[in-house]
């Protein structure tokens, strides 16, 4: 019985074709959303939820199309993606520069680390009263909270990359005389990419998580505001569609890193 079973298995998947099992999971992508829609929809069918409770995603969709139309989600998801952009550009600037030279100093590191793990141990309450008097401006204020949050992954993934570079690859660029731009330039930053790229990934979600959080906190615009004011009005539908929004930014910003990455590795398929 199994064996007729795999057998039956693999003619099915010979059958498929080509393109389809090479791309099976983008395919997947619609139908578990569909899925999911279908039993949200189900749920407050059975169960006869009020929409400031749960409301059904036709609510949630009318309610995003009527905001983006009225133009409040495109103003307010501009100024939150400014602010992301803007912190995650502080901190992708810093990280790299920061954390490579902590990876060709490692006593440099050994004594600048301790500090740098205390920084994340601090709470965002704790140091948001101090971001405000010092910066006046909100924006920049969100931004910085974004940086100090996404600062640190990126910092360490270029150390891990900048370290884990094999001393033969070293030795073999001073055999052939090599300088030190040519030994960055060749050898370290390829090297080095798919490790940092990966802290990028994280860096850059993490950064619309400071920018979100902040904007909870204090902000009088952006999709965080646009949360806080959907609480306040008990105007569900919005909050949700809100928190799409910024899902669907979190995911873009995501997904471009992973094309940025796809287009930068592409030489390392090609040695394979």
Same mark, same amino acid.
């Given at each position: 019985m199994c064996a007729k079973?795999?057998?039956?298995?693999?003619?099915?998947?010979k059958d498929v074709p080509t393109w389809i099992r090479q791309h099976i999971q983008y395919l997947l992508i619609p139908i578990v959303l569909g899925l999911f829609l279908w039993f949200w929809e189900t749920l407050i069918i059975v169960q006869n939820y009020p929409?400031?409770?749960?409301?059904?995603?036709?609510?949630?969709?009318?309610?995003?199309?009527?905001?983006?139309?009225?133009?409040?989600?495109?103003?307010?998801?501009? $100024?939150?993606? &400014?602010?992301? #952009?803007?912190?995650?550009? *502080?901190?992708?600037?810093?990280?790299?520069?920061?954390?490579?030279? +902590?990876?060709?100093?490692?006593?440099?590191?050994?004594?600048?680390?301790?500090y740098l793990v205390a920084t994340q141990a601090i709470p965002l309450v704790a140091i948001a009263p101090l971001i405000i008097?010092?910066?006046?401006?909100?924006?920049?204020?969100?931004?910085?909270?974004?940086?100090? $949050?996404?600062? &640190?992954?990126? #910092?360490?993934?270029?150390? *891990?990359?900048?370290?884990?570079?094999?001393?033969?690859?070293?030795? +073999?660029?001073?055999?052939?005389?090599?300088?030190?731009?040519?030994?960055?330039?060749?050898?370290?930053?390829?090297?080095?990419?798919p490790v940092f790229l990966g802290g990028v990934r994280v860096g850059v979600t993490l950064s619309v998580i400071g920018v979100v959080v902040a904007e909870l906190m204090w902000a009088d615009r952006g999709l965080g505001f646009l949360i806080n004011f959907a609480q306040g009005q008990l105007d569900t539908p919005l909050l949700f569609a809100t928190v799409v929004t910024l899902s669907m930014m979190a995911i873009t910003l995501y997904v471009t890193v992973v094309l940025i990455e796809k287009i930068f590795l592409r030489w390392r398929r090609n040695v394979q």
């Open positions: 079973m795999s057998a039956l298995l693999w003619k099915a998947n929409s400031f409770i749960l409301p059904s995603p036709r609510e949630v969709a009318q309610s995003w199309a009527e905001y983006w139309q009225r133009g409040i989600f495109p103003y307010h998801l501009s $100024i939150t993606l &400014f602010e992301v #952009l803007l912190g995650f550009g *502080i901190a992708l600037t810093f990280a790299s520069s920061v954390g490579y030279l +902590l990876a060709k100093m490692p006593l440099l590191e050994k004594i600048v680390s301790p008097i010092w910066i006046s401006t909100g924006i920049v204020q969100n931004a910085l909270i974004a940086a100090l $949050i996404s600062f &640190f992954p990126m #910092l360490i993934n270029t150390i *891990i990359g900048v370290r884990g570079i094999r001393d033969e690859y070293r030795a +073999l660029m001073r055999s052939y005389a090599a300088t030190r731009w040519q030994v960055f330039s060749k050898l370290e930053v390829p090297a080095a990419l």
